[in-house]
């Protein structure tokens, strides 16, 4: 589609939702081109001029409106959007899939009510001082940009509660988010992050639980697709509640003597050989171990038979699966019955 004729998709888009009798408390100004798909799982190029479209595709909209979407609108820069004329009532900015390298200070300095600000998959190096003034800020999407290191000025952002860093450049945790798909090898400086209640390092390139014991508020815990071979390092979590350590290289189930409270546990894709060391978990209620090395299923009685909370056990793509297919499911549901669920499929009592 041509520039030409995009803009105008995008004006008669306007103009139709522009035409819709909705109370102006409630406005919303969503542009969204027509393009082909865009595979995000590839890393975007840091060089190179990129065909945008700068105008102003919100001229239509009353100045109350409060929230706003554009997005693959092909924009560059800010500037022409003119939106600090939405300042006293937009609260959420979605700017996704665009071509936005820079923050204008000028421009966000004045969206003091601001709540939440999406720029996922955009070009986006460094966030300077442009979001210092946003106090009311509690969500920012950061995901598919590049960024080399978590922004220093977070502290500028008292309401802050999710933040999210995934597939960026990031090589040292510096602060706190979703920080996914980066190139992360070491946990550390969460120190002073004593009321940190989620913790997401998936996809990066860890290779030891350490620098988690000041976390004790710490409630879910996601460090799938890493290079950890051992549970270690959780025993000052006594809240945790959730974890997550698939697709590693773990070859024992250990370190969860103070788990207690940990009501979803997922080792999948590991080399663990055994089902062990789990009787004591009493509120377990998702139990995920497929894709192991686990031989036979001896251990489901003394293990898990105890455990009155576990409804949902995975176990395929185990030795005790892939050499007893006939009766694997049934051998299960004799020693475990509290089960609803067994790998994908429901048993009788999961589906009444």
Known sequence: MSTDSASTAVKDNLD???SQNKPKSTAVARVVLPTADVDTDEEPPEDGEEETDDGDFLADFPDDTEDLELVHARIGSLTGLRLARFAEHLKKLCLRQNFISQLDPEIFHQLTKLEELDLYDNKVKDLEDALDKLSNLTI??????LLR?????LEFLPSLQTVYF??????????????GGNRIRKIENLDSLVNLEELWLGKNKI???EGLQNLKK???????????????????????DQLYLSHNGIERLEGLGNNLNLSTLDVGSNFIPAIENLSHLKNI???????NKIPDLTALEPQLKALPNL????LEANPCQTNDRSGYRRKIQIALPQLQQIDATYTRAGAQ
């Open 16 to 18: 139709s939702s522009a």
């Open 140 to 145: 920012l999407d950061l995901s598919f940009n």
């Open 149 to 153: 290191s978590v922004p220093d000025r």
């Open 166 to 179: 995934v597939q960026n450049k990031i090589s040292k945790i510096t602060g706190l988010g979703h920080l």
């Open 207 to 209: 290779a030891k639980l």
């Open 218 to 240: 710490l409630k879910t815990l996601s460090l799938q697709s890493n290079r950890i071979t051992k549970i270690e390092g959780l025993e000052e979590l006594g809240e945790l």
């Open 285 to 291: 209620e998702e139990l995920w171990m497929n894709g």
């Open 311 to 314: 409804t949902t056990l995975y």
